[in-house]
């Protein structure tokens, strides 16, 4: 059985072959053969179901050099050793075919499809075009590495230029892409003008487009500025895009990728009322595709979240680390994965562990904002706060939106920098004023020595949760790695909660 699942990734007889990543797997692990082979595999593969003609594949894998036909037979030998004989076939006086049956692409390939077509070169000098392929070729393999969209490789895409609106839909029904990435690049000696517009293929709508100038005195640092901007926000527009034509299906009809999105979605509600839900929207897309790493990764994140993190208890972290590891042994190049392996491994105070997981994560995906935030607070737990503060405003740049917790972790590294006016005015921007952020709202204004503010805050901390401790919060609950760190937010709780007692608060039932 074999599967195509791009021009890049081939399944067969077991195993998967990646050519963006130059890899061959098998169920068990990775699987090896020798240059010539793999060459010779890579070209088969190509090829799937057509019979190639020995002078092809001499001339494909020993361009150049004059080999007998024994090279090409021992060659042969040692992958149907790895793959068994029935998928490569000999054809009498033609050549070699990988023959397989076509199986269904996996629930996986429910994903969006991505085209990033080869972008307009309006510079007027056609030295410039290599300049232009590179930066929408940079943006191919940017979108790529999020793993939830399925881009297809170069030779597709640049088939195109970036064509007119009136010829979007032909693209489409070529190249079978969801959504086309189009636009142009103008280059003036070391400044850059990028236009890029995110397309809905079916539609031939504009869902996205802006437009980038920058100037500096290095080509490459200007275009890893500009694509580092366009993929951090192109991946948020198709996720969302996905998830939209998910919400249009009943339940029972959705792919595991589809049950995992509407999980996400309700993750990232600022409210996260509904975490059971997505708790159970995990659990059915793993039910659905147990191979599925990335539902293992989300349901491990969702009995966190049930916790609170900061209130979970030592078994929960437990077992979110262990679903997380479950689902990066199915997946190892998944991201996202560690980056939630990073936090839950935060919490459980195991810092260097997190900061492991989180810098593996963002070799893997440098693009991604969550994991650029994420670094922010994983930093500022480690009392380098003025450092945290540089990874919190990159992530802000590249995802404009800036979902709630961007601006509750950027909060705290200004607290601790012993910045409480910003700090204060990052968390009132909550629409969920927990226990937690009235908490540290009353820290800030305390340290403020705005006493009526603090009071007000401190007052309301109980109203959700009567047993919710703030001492306990900044001394046990918050992962400092330094104990004066914890102390820091301790103090101006207490001068918070000193303020309210005097103001006749004392009865409260908040536990100290």
Request: hydrophobic fraction near 45%.
């Given at each position: 059985?074999?599967?195509?699942?791009?021009?890049?990734?081939?399944?067969?007889?077991?195993?998967?072959?990646?050519?963006?990543?130059?890899?061959?797997?098998?169920?068990?692990?990775?699987?090896?053969?020798?240059?010539?082979?793999?060459?010779?595999?890579?070209?088969?593969?190509?090829?799937?179901?057509r019979?190639?003609?020995?002078?092809?594949?001499?001339?494909?894998?020993?361009?150049?050099?004059?080999?007998?036909?024994d090279?090409?037979?021992?060659?042969?030998?040692?992958?149907?050793?790895?793959?068994?004989?029935?998928?490569?076939?000999?054809?009498?006086?033609?050549?070699?075919?990988?023959?397989?049956?076509?199986?269904?692409?996996?629930?996986?390939?429910?994903?969006?499809?991505?085209?990033?077509?080869?972008?307009?070169?309006?510079?007027?000098?056609?030295?410039?075009d290599?300049?232009?392929?590179?930066?929408?070729?940079?943006?191919?393999?940017?979108?790529?590495?999020?793993?939830?969209?399925?881009?297809?490789?170069?030779?597709?895409?640049?088939?195109?230029?970036?064509?007119?609106?009136?010829?979007?839909?032909?693209?489409?029904?070529?190249?079978?892409?969801?959504?086309?990435?189009?636009?142009?690049?103008?280059?003036?000696?070391?400044?850059?003008?990028?236009?890029v517009?995110?397309?809905?293929?079916?539609?031939?709508?504009?869902?996205?487009?802006?437009?980038?100038?920058?100037?500096?005195?290095?080509?490459?640092a200007?275009?890893?500025?500009?694509?580092?901007?366009?993929?951090?926000?192109?991946?948020?527009?198709?996720?969302?895009?996905?998830?939209?034509?998910?919400?249009?299906?009943?339940?029972?009809?959705?792919?595991?990728?589809?049950?995992?999105?509407?999980?996400?979605?309700?993750?990232?509600?600022?409210?996260?009322?509904?975490?059971?839900?997505?708790?159970?929207?995990?659990?059915?897309?793993?039910?659905?595709?147990p191979?599925?790493?990335?539902?293992?990764?989300?349901?491990?994140?969702?009995c966190?979240?049930?916790?609170?993190?900061?209130?979970?208890?030592?078994?929960?972290?437990?077992?979110?680390?262990?679903?997380?590891?479950?689902?990066?042994?199915?997946?190892?190049?998944?991201?996202?994965?560690?980056?939630?392996?990073?936090?839950?491994?935060?919490?459980?105070?195991?810092?260097e562990?997190?900061?492991?997981?989180?810098?593996?994560?963002?070799?893997?995906?440098?693009?991604?904002?969550?994991?650029?935030?994420?670094?922010?607070?994983?930093?500022?737990?480690?009392?380098?706060?003025?450092?945290?503060?540089?990874?919190?405003?990159?992530?802000?740049?590249?995802?404009?939106?800036?979902?709630?917790?961007?601006?509750?972790?950027?909060?705290?590294?200004?607290?601790?920098?012993?910045?409480?006016?910003?700090?204060?005015?990052a968390?009132?921007?909550?629409?969920?004023?927990?226990?937690?952020?009235?908490?540290?709202?009353?820290?800030?204004?305390a340290?403020?020595?705005?006493?009526?503010?603090?009071?007000?805050?401190?007052?309301?901390?109980?109203?959700?949760?009567?047993?919710?401790?703030?001492?306990?919060?900044?001394?046990?609950?918050?992962?400092?790695?330094?104990p004066?760190?914890?102390?820091?937010?301790?103090?101006?709780?207490?001068?918070?909660?000193?303020?309210?007692?005097?103001?006749?608060?004392?009865?409260?039932?908040?536990?100290?």
């Amino acid at each position: 059985m074999s599967v195509v699942l791009d021009e890049q990734v081939f399944k067969f007889g077991g195993c998967t072959l990646d050519l963006r990543k130059g890899t061959l797997r098998h169920a068990n692990g990775p699987a090896y053969l020798r240059p010539k082979a793999y060459a010779l595999l890579t070209h088969l593969a190509q090829h799937m179901g057509r019979v190639v003609p020995k002078s092809e594949i001499m001339d494909a894998v020993w361009p150049d050099v004059f080999v007998t036909e024994d090279s090409l037979t021992q060659s042969i030998r040692e992958i149907r050793k790895l793959l068994g004989n029935d998928l490569v076939r000999t054809v009498s006086k033609r050549g070699y075919m990988l023959a397989a049956e076509v199986e269904a692409a996996p629930e996986i390939g429910s994903q969006p499809i991505v085209a990033v077509l080869r972008f307009r070169n309006e510079s007027g000098d056609p030295t410039d075009d290599p300049i232009v392929d590179g930066f929408a070729e940079d943006i191919i393999n940017g979108l790529a590495r999020f793993g939830t969209v399925t881009v297809l490789a170069r030779n597709s895409s640049f088939f195109f230029a970036s064509y007119a609106r009136s010829e979007w839909q032909l693209i489409r029904s070529r190249i079978g892409a969801d959504y086309l990435v189009e636009g142009s690049v103008r280059r003036h000696e070391d400044r850059i003008t990028a236009a890029v517009n995110l397309v809905d293929a079916a539609n031939a709508s504009q869902l996205w487009g802006d437009r980038y100038q920058a100037a500096g005195s290095g080509f490459s640092a200007i275009q890893q500025d500009i694509v580092e901007e366009i993929v951090g926000r192109l991946a948020r527009r198709v996720t969302n895009a996905g998830l939209q034509q998910a919400t249009r299906k009943p339940i029972t009809s959705l792919a595991a990728y589809e049950l995992v999105l509407r999980g996400v979605a309700l993750v990232r509600d600022p409210a996260q009322t509904d975490i059971e839900g997505a708790k159970a929207f995990f659990e059915a897309a793993v039910a659905k595709d147990p191979a599925y790493g990335l539902a293992h990764i989300y349901l491990g994140l969702s009995c966190a979240l049930k916790g609170e993190f900061e209130q979970a208890s030592h078994a929960v972290l437990v077992q979110a680390r262990d679903l997380v590891a479950n689902g990066l042994a199915l997946s190892p190049d998944q991201a996202t994965g560690h980056r939630i392996q990073s936090l839950v491994r935060l919490y459980m105070r195991e810092h260097e562990a997190a900061e492991h997981h989180l810098r593996t994560a963002l070799d893997l995906n440098p693009y991604d904002a969550d994991c650029i935030e994420q670094m922010g607070l994983l930093l500022t737990m480690r009392g380098r706060p003025f450092e945290a503060l540089g990874w919190l405003a990159r992530a802000i740049r590249i995802d404009p939106m800036i979902p709630h917790w961007y601006q509750f972790d950027r909060s705290l590294a200004l607290y601790m920098m012993g910045d409480y006016r910003p700090a204060a005015e990052a968390l009132e921007l909550a629409t969920r004023p927990t226990p937690w952020i009235r908490t540290r709202l009353a820290a800030c204004y305390a340290q403020l020595g705005e006493m009526d503010q603090a009071r007000r805050q401190a007052a309301l901390i109980n109203e959700g949760d009567p047993d919710f401790s703030p001492i306990d919060y900044a001394t046990k609950a918050m992962p400092f790695e330094s104990p004066g760190d914890a102390a820091h937010l301790a103090d101006g709780i207490r001068l918070a909660l000193g303020a309210r007692s005097a103001s006749g608060a004392g009865q409260s039932t908040t536990t100290i």
